[in-house]
Structure formats: C-alpha cells, structure tokens
C-alpha cells in the first residue's frame, strides 16, 4: 500500500496498520473498556444533516478562523498527543512542519518525544502546550516559565486524566513506556522489521518536557506510574485559577463536558475550552463532544471560545461542529494514522485532503466564509 492509495481516514489507518507492530498500532486506535464513547465520537456526526443553500456566489473560499486569538488559515487543528516519535521516526518535527505549511495550529503534548524549543524552531504558526497538573507545584510552574520563554503561544490545561483510563488493548499486548511486552506483543514486533529498523536507527526515546523532572527514559518511571504519582488528583478549580492568573495569556482547558464546569472556567478567565473525551481513551460511557456541543455553546459561546475534538474524519464533521457554534476542531487519529504511515508526508497529504473536503464542503452548502455557518444549516433527525 502506497501514500498515493490513502484517500480518507479509513485508508491512512490501514496504511498504519501494515506498517506499525500490533502493539503500538492498538496503542493509537484504542481506547478505554468496551470503546463506546470511541465509537460514538464518529458515530455522532450521523445524528444530524446538513441543510444547503445554493445560488450564493461562492468561488472564492475563506475558511480562516480565529480562536483564542490565534489565527488559523483553516478551522482544524492538530491536537496533542503523546510519544509520537514511536509511530515514526520525525514524531512532532513532521506534525509540526506539516501544520505550519497548512497554516494551523498543533499542540505539543507534556509526553511529547520532541521539546517544545525544537518544535518552536520548526513551526512558526501558533503553538500550544498540553500540560498535567503536578503534586508538585514547583514542576508546574516550572513547566509554565519553560513555555513562556519557548513562545508557547496556548496554554492547554487536561482536566480529564486524573487518572489513566483502562486501556485493555494494551493490557493485552502489554503495551506500556518503557516496554513491557509479553510474548505475544514481542512476536508483533519481530513481524514488522522496517519499524524497528526505523526505530532503532535514529535518536534514542526521550520525553523532553518531562525529562528534567522524571526520569522514564532509564526505565524508573513508567508512564501509568507518571499519572498514578506525580499527577495530583485534589486539583481544584482554585489551583487552575491560579495558573491561568500566572500564565495571563491564552489559556484553556481541555477535557471539559458539563455547563457547570464550562461556566466555571469562564469565571476563572480562560480563554477556550476544549469539548473532548479524550478521543474515549478515559472515561467510557461519557457523552460525545459533538452531542454536547450545542449546550455548551448556547451557555458560554458569547464568553469563551469553545473548541471540540472527537471522531473527527471528514470535512463535513467540521462543517457540522461549526454551523453548531465550534471555533475550531481539534483532530488526533486523524494525523497519527497518516504520521504512522508516511511520517510528514503523511500528515501533510491527510491536512491537504482535510483543507480540500472542507473548501468542497463550504462551496456545495453556499458559503464562502465560517460565520455563514450557523444552526439554519443542520436538521437533527
Ligand atoms: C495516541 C494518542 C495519544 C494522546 N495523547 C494525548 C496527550 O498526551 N495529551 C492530551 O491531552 N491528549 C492526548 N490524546 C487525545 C487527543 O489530544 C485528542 O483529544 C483525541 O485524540 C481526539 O480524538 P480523535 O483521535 O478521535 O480525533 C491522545 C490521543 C491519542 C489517540
């Protein structure tokens, strides 16, 4: 299978399949218990239709957004996520490269395997830092002033993980950081050689934003024991309070789902929240960004920018969480497959297919420019 023969998400996916060992390919596509929350993410997108209009006058298509006061040429983002130079070997340095040339934003994740100084240096366009709240309250300052003088430009806050979900495929396979992998897992491994040549022939494993603090390369701590001990799970919204006063810049928190909470994190100045279960890695059973959108929006949309991810796919996923009031859509699998398969290559071909189907989208349904998006566009069935 070639780059040229993945032409959506399903095909970028399969792409990865053959080319990653089993653990490490059900590490991205699983999710937590029985994967409800995972399979209805996408699944959501099909509770509603779009409306067209026709007749507007739409050859030229501006799809720019701005959220939290970055502008993005389009309304999708790559959202951060953890050890990406275990799916290939340009982890980060290909999503950001790739998100740069397409003008959008990308987040670098506090289990990023590049530091967020390089991905600085790479990528222009603006930045986020995905961050854990710590016992230690020194880390996280310390964390916040490394951000500052990198540029980070967003600083993202997860709220959902305060404790690791039941991740039962890499139970299975035996997946975890540093490796741990039963017979079974390391069989997978010896059936995908050209990974492990890829793998073992460039830079060593490393967890630059966490490196100075804990020490997991050498093998002491291991990811599961990072969330299970340095995360502290008494965090309260007078702490996060206290960050965004310190951080005073663009600050959101992601992995909100209820108006209560969305309300609060109004109060305590920031500026997004990001709607997301984890891609249903967390909490199974917890409600889809995208069915809890509208609620969230009609609450707080006049006051902070609410952005979502989930089971994004297609352009017309996008099109649907816009017209429901979204800024922006963050996306995961949906570069990480392409990344896995392609490396930057990869992710640039999957943000290209991304920017044409949402330009596609925009024309057939008579707008030329987002906030020509609205409810009128969608019927719920
Ligand atoms: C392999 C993988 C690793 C992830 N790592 C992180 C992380 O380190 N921090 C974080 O806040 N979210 C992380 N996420 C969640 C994503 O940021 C995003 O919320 C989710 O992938 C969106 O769902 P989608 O994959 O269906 O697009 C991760 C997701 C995946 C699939």
Not at 245 to 272: H, N, Q, T, Y
Not at 276 to 283: A, I, K, T
Not at 347 to 367: N, S
Request: hydrophobic share 40%.
């Amino acid at each position: 299978m070639r780059l040229s023969d993945c032409h959506n998400f399903s095909d970028f996916r399969r792409m990865a399949q053959r080319r990653l060992p089993g653990p490490i390919f059900n590490y991205i596509d699983g999710a937590a218990d029985d994967e409800v929350t995972y399979r209805r993410n996408t699944e959501s997108f099909e509770t509603c239709d779009l409306v067209p209009n026709v007749l507007r006058g739409v050859s030229e298509i501006d799809m720019s957004v701005t959220v939290m006061g970055q502008k993005l040429a389009m309304p999708v983002y790559c959202s951060p996520t953890a050890l990406q130079r275990l799916f290939h070997h340009q982890g980060e340095r290909a999503v950001a490269k790739a998100a740069a040339k397409y003008g959008t934003m990308f987040g670098v994740s506090s289990l990023g395997t590049v530091s967020l100084e390089e991905a600085r240096r790479i990528s222009s366009g603006p930045q986020v830092y995905q961050f854990y709240f710590h016992r230690d309250r020194g880390l996280n300052r310390a964390m916040m002033q490394r951000a500052k003088e990198v540029g980070v430009e967003v600083m993202m806050l997860t709220v959902d993980s305060i404790t690791g979900g039941n991740r039962e495929r890499d139970k299975r396979t035996g997946f975890a950081i540093p490796f741990k992998l039963n017979l079974a897992g390391m069989l997978q491994f010896a059936l995908k050689p050209a990974w492990a040549i890829n793998y073992f022939t460039h830079e060593g494993f490393k967890l630059p934003q966490l490196d100075e603090h804990v020490d997991m390369g050498g093998g002491t701590m291991s990811i599961s024991r990072y969330f299970t001990e340095m995360l502290d799970p008494s965090m309260t919204w007078d702490d996060v309070a206290e960050m965004v006063r310190l951080w005073s810049g663009p600050f959101c928190l992601k992995g909100i789902m209820s108006v209560e909470d969305a309300k609060r994190a109004v109060e305590i100045g920031c500026s997004g929240i990001v709607l997301s279960n984890h891609g249903g890695r967390q909490l199974d059973g917890s409600r889809a960004a995208f069915d809890q959108l509208a609620e969230i929006v009609d609450a707080v949309g006049d006051r902070i920018d609410v952005i979502m991810d989930g089971g994004v796919q297609r352009g017309t996923h996008v099109l649907k969480a816009l017209s429901l009031g979204a800024k922006a859509v963050g996306v995961g699998r949906y570069y990480l497959f392409p990344l896995a398969a392609a490396g930057q290559p990869g992710v640039e071909r999957a943000l290209e297919q991304m920017r044409v189907e949402i330009e596609r989208g925009m024309k057939l349904m008579g707008c030329s420019s987002i906030e020509q998006l609205s409810r009128k566009n969608l019927r719920f069935r």
